[in-house]
Structures are given as structure tokens and as C-alpha cells.
């Protein structure tokens, strides 16, 4: 930042221009704190940022005011065209720089209206939540099936092995189908990954189905398979 050097002739000083002074550079640098703050809540400036200048275009242009209207006090404007040469140039400084905020300011608009009510602090809970009810519905689903096996005859420890590794099989593969169907670098590739997916859990959860609207029928409830079917496909989903 450039600093404010002013040569003055006169033994007298005058103090219209230092309280001038003091109460600028008080504003400025209480500027910079607040400046800095609101830099530092978006880790600005990045350590790649060739140049700081949109980081303190406005106090330095404060202090080339400042050094202008000192100028100005100490000598009169017509003994010093520069000094006239300055205050526009700083003029256009202002006009730019109130574009630049105006334009930031709508971006931030924009941006807050895009994400709505959108709260990182929240996916944590999100995820507990899934994970929870994934839970839930694995149990149940491992019991029912080992239920439903008893019909082929084999013992309840057998078929409780049987049904827990169907449903880890579809816990797994439900996760790695989304994570192929994320990285597909195509259209084509994904609508594959897709078809190939719903074929293999369609004869597995059709399967499962028969098991156990036959368990439920041999206890004189008739249930359709379907149904059995689409709530799997929906819990897969």
C-alpha cells in the first residue's frame, strides 16, 4: 500500500489537515479490519492470486483521496494540474470499483437463491438417518426371508445364513451400481450399467417373492408376488 508522503514548506502547522488525517485514516484502517474479515469467511485472498488488488483497491484508493484533498488544502488546485488529473483518475477508480461491488453483491443474491436452504451442517444427519432405516430394513428383510426359506425343508440356522447373505449381497450391490452409474463417462454407459443392474436384482427379488408368498400361503394367506417384488425394488432403489 503506498504510503501518504506530503512535503510541506510552511514551520506552521495546521490542524484542519491533521485532524483530516487522523479521522480518514481511522475509517480506512477500520475499513481493512472489517475488509479482512469478510475476506477470511471465504478464504480469500488464494494463495494461487497473482495480484491483491481486489483485496485492497479501496484502501488504497482512500489514501490517494485523502492524499488529493491534503494537496488541495495546502496549495491552491490551479498551481497543480496533476492534482486535478488525480481526482478524476481516482473518480473512475470510484465508478469501477461501486460496479465491481454491485456485481458481487447480485452474484451473492444469486448464489443464496440457488442454494435455498441448503445447510452442509445437515448431511451428517441425513446420513445417520439412511443408515438407520437401511438397518432396519435389512433386519427385517433377513428374517422374513429366513422365514420364508423354511419351506425347501433346511434348518432355521441355515436359512438365516442364507437370507443374511442375500441381503448384504444386495446392500453391496446396490452401493457399487450407484458408484459405476456415477463414474459412467457416457450416456450409453450408464443406461447399461442400469439395465444390467435391474436384470440381476429383478430375478433375485422375484426369487424372494415366491419364497414367500408360498410360506404365506401354506398358512392360508395369499399374497401376490408382486407386491413382495416392488417393495424390494423400491427398498433397492
Known amino acids: 500500500m503506498k504510503k501518504l508522503t506530503l512535503s510541506v514548506t510552511s514551520s506552521q502547522r495546521n490542524p484542519e489537515i491533521e485532524k483530516l488525517i487522523l479521522l480518514i485514516d481511522k475509517e480506512l484502517k477500520e475499513l481493512a479490519q472489517k475488509n479482512a ?3 477470511a469467511k471465504s478464504d480469500n485472498p488464494k494463495a494461487e492470486d497473482a495480484s491483491l488488488d481486489p483485496y485492497t483497491n479501496d484502501i488504497r484508493t482512500g489514501y490517494e483521496a485523502l492524499q488529493a484533498k491534503v494537496l488541495h488544502k495546502l496549495q491552491p488546485a490551479t498551481h497543480f494540474p496533476e492534482a486535478s488529473i488525480d481526482a478524476d483518475h481516482l473518480k473512475e477508480k470510484d465508478k469501477q470499483l461501486d460496479i465491481e461491488i454491485r456485481k458481487n453483491e447480485d452474484q451473492n443474491k444469486k ?3 440457488e442454494l435455498g436452504n441448503f445447510r452442509p451442517s445437515s448431511i451428517k444427519g441425513r446420513l445417520r438417518l439412511t443408515v438407520l432405516l437401511t438397518l432396519i430394513l435389512t433386519i427385517g428383510e433377513t428374517i422374513f426371508n429366513a422365514i420364508s426359506f423354511s419351506v425347501l425343508g433346511e434348518n432355521l440356522l441355515f436359512s438365516l ?6 441381503s448384504v449381497a444386495a ?5 457399487f451400481s450407484a458408484f459405476l452409474f456415477k463414474s459412467a463417462k457416457s450416456t450409453v454407459h450408464k443406461w447399461l450399467i442400469a439395465f444390467v443392474t435391474l436384470l440381476i436384482v429383478s430375478a433375485l427379488f422375484s426369487a424372494l417373492a415366491v419364497f414367500r408368498a408360498n410360506y404365506l400361503e401354506y398358512h392360508q394367506v395369499h399374497i401376490s408376488p408382486v407386491y413382495f417384488f416392488i417393495f424390494n425394488i423400491f427398498s433397492f432403489s
Not at 445364513?161 to 442375500?166: A, G, N, P, Q
Open 111 to 113: 448464489d443464496e437463491y
Open 161 to 166: 445364513f442364507l437370507s443374511l447373505t442375500i
Open 171 to 175: 446392500l453391496v450391490l446396490a452401493h
Open 37 to 39: 474479515q469478510h475476506f
